[in-house]
């Protein structure tokens, strides 16, 4: 072989290392692609300033911990779709945080599911277990109470993917020491009552919402209301007024007390 011939043929074999060397280091296309191809992002739950999460107690609570401009919004049932519609709305446009106790029984919570995720997700929104189809526990026997609740929490899981919640509301706030065992039992040690409410349980107007407003909203209030009836779509604005006066910060449950590991 003459000069020229061995140099043609020591620049290819130069060449090739040089190219199986790189290709070694890269792995094959498909791999350099999945080792820098971005994760998913997952939503990084935030809470408010200034709150820290203590343990959810077994047992029954009825007023908020922490510091003392904390407002818990929660509202219950659902039978009413634009009234949960109007309070996702709500919570997506001013961050008012807010925990539902939801009947699975009413279509409501699926039509409004593909708004409330990725806000429950974010941690703005939580959830407790408010049964199934809300009768009064205290009237029914061990395996009713049980499924009730065990069907309400399969449901919010299956429909809104909340993974686990330590908090249940019993209707009518009627309960007793057999309800919250069972209801601990099934997952919901903490039994959620309130300070403070609405004064929905009856019918009432615009007017009615807002005095009670003025009368509860107040620091560590745990405010119950529930999303039947359609008065209280029409006062939102009002309500997160007076909260903006009073100089509060609303929390969900969750922000408050964190689920036992």
């Keep these: 072989m003459d000069r020229r011939?061995?140099?043609l043929l020591l620049a290819a074999g130069l060449t090739g290392a040089a190219v199986g060397r790189g290709a070694a280091e890269l792995g094959s296309p498909g791999t350099a692609l999945a080792a820098v191809?971005?994760?998913?992002?997952?939503?990084?739950?935030?809470?408010?300033?200034?709150?820290?999460?203590?343990?959810?107690?077994?047992g029954v609570v009825d007023t908020l911990p922490g510091p003392a401009d904390t407002l818990a919004l929660t509202i219950d049932d659902g039978i009413d779709g634009e009234v949960v519609a109007a309070l996702v709305t709500l919570a997506e446009e001013t961050g008012t945080r807010l925990t539902f106790f939801p009947n699975g029984r009413y279509s409501s919570w699926e039509e409004n599911a593909r708004r409330l995720r990725p806000l429950i997700e974010s941690g703005q929104v939580a959830?407790?277990?408010?049964?199934?189809?809300?009768?009064d526990l205290v009237t029914v026997p061990d395996a009713v109470v049980a499924d009730e609740l065990v069907r309400n929490r399969d449901f919010m899981r299956r429909?809104?993917?909340v993974q686990s919640t330590p908090f249940w509301r019993p209707p009518f706030g009627s309960h007793d020491e057999r309800t919250d065992r069972i209801a601990a039992d099934v997952g919901h040690p903490t039994t959620v009552l309130w300070n403070g409410t609405f004064?929905?349980?009856?019918?009432?107007?615009?007017?009615?919402?807002v005095a009670?407003?003025?009368?509860?909203?107040?620091?560590?209030t745990i405010v119950v209301g529930h999303a039947n009836q359609p008065p209280l779509a029409t006062v939102l604005d009002e309500l997160v007024?007076?909260?903006?006066?009073?100089?509060?910060?609303?929390?969900?449950?969750a922000?408050?007390?964190?689920s036992p590991a």
Aim: hydrophobic share 40%; proline share 14%; charged share 20%.
């Design 5 to 7: 011939g061995f140099l």
């Design 37 to 58: 191809e971005p994760l998913p992002a997952e939503p990084v739950p935030t809470g408010p300033p200034g709150v820290v999460a203590v343990p959810a107690p077994a």
């Design 127 to 135: 959830f407790g277990n408010h049964t199934f189809s809300h009768p």
């Design 159 to 161: 429909t809104l993917g």
């Design 199 to 209: 004064e929905d349980g009856r019918v009432v107007g615009p007017a009615d919402l």
């Design 212 to 220: 009670a407003a003025r009368r509860w909203f107040a620091a560590r």
């Design 241 to 253: 007024g007076l909260i903006e006066t009073r100089r509060l910060q609303t929390v969900t449950l």
């Design 255 to 258: 922000d408050v007390w964190s």
